[in-house]
């Protein structure tokens, strides 16, 4: 959804009158279906890994993770910044204390998403070096922390998303691979859609500003109400992850669907069997089935085929070829 700054201001809520930070609500949102989809499938089954959103500046990404993370945990996303350095990410020393040759543990950012969402904006400006690292943990759901001289291991588990645009700098793919699903973000097009957008913003605006004036409004209310539904059904969706079984035949196409489309290694594999699980689950149903898989194709398949972001990253051809190795024998 193309929401931009309006998005975000402070409300003083029915309850506490004390002032706080609001963004616009996820059920609220406009279209960009695939970026809701994306987030709650990695919420669903967080072994999934992280996600990656490729797309131009001012379409909602930033919103609509925010808006995710506040409903999902009430609180907004962990953020990584551009510039943070190793001992920010995985922990290092309070300087405070170390300047006193006191050594104290500083939690780095790492620690600080454990059960949350962490969230780095523009992840193709961040050093490599860093990415892997975050993209090993977000994996393996361990963080190793080395200081001096000594290791320490501490299970950590966060829903990882990072954004991009290609117009300043892609991602080599060996760490592309590492993103469990990628969801190719444009613009809007349709003037319906855009009325629609524009005119969920202004509401939101104008229910804010009637808050901040104390007037009464029912708007916080149904938001809430929508919210917890919302999120009721997304927890019961992971909860029943595992309960989902998946055919032989269905992993067999979803090992086809890796081949033709020249994915290399095993993990777009798995990946796609993964999300087509969690898509299941999310449907309420127990069983994977070919319309489970074809959904999430696009999202686990797109980022690792040869070139992927130098070309269209998903083309209606590639739907075409997704349901004819699905449909085939």
Known sequence: MDTRGTAEATVVTEK??????????YTKIVGQEQIKLALELAYI???????????????????AVRAFAQMMYDSLPVTLPINATEDRVVG?????????????????????ANGSLLYIDEVNLLDDHIVNMILDVTSTGVLVIQREGQS???????????TMNPEEGGLRPQLLDRFGLMVSVKTEKNEDQRTKILDTVLGFDKALSRLRAGQSSDYIKEVKHGENECKKKINAAKDNFYNVDIHPDI????VKLAKDFEVEGNRGD???????????????EQDVAKEHVAAVAPLALQHRRPGALQSNPWTDEDDKRVKEILSGE
Do not use: H
């Open 270 to 284: 798995y990946i796609i069997a993964l999300a087509a699980c969690a898509y299941a689950a999310r449907k309420g």
């Open 45 to 63: 089954a967080p072994r999934i890994g992280g996600i990656l959103l490729n797309g131009e500046r001012g379409t909602g990404k930033s919103t």
């Open 16 to 25: 506490t009158e004390k002032p706080e930070i609001q963004i616009l609500p």
């Open 251 to 254: 992993v067999i196409k979803c």
């Open 152 to 162: 320490e291991q501490k299970p950590v588990s966060f829903t990882l998303v990072g």
């Open 92 to 112: 290092g020393w309070q300087i405070d204390e170390l300047m006193k040759s006191k050594p104290v543990p500083q939690p780095g950012l790492l620690e600080e």
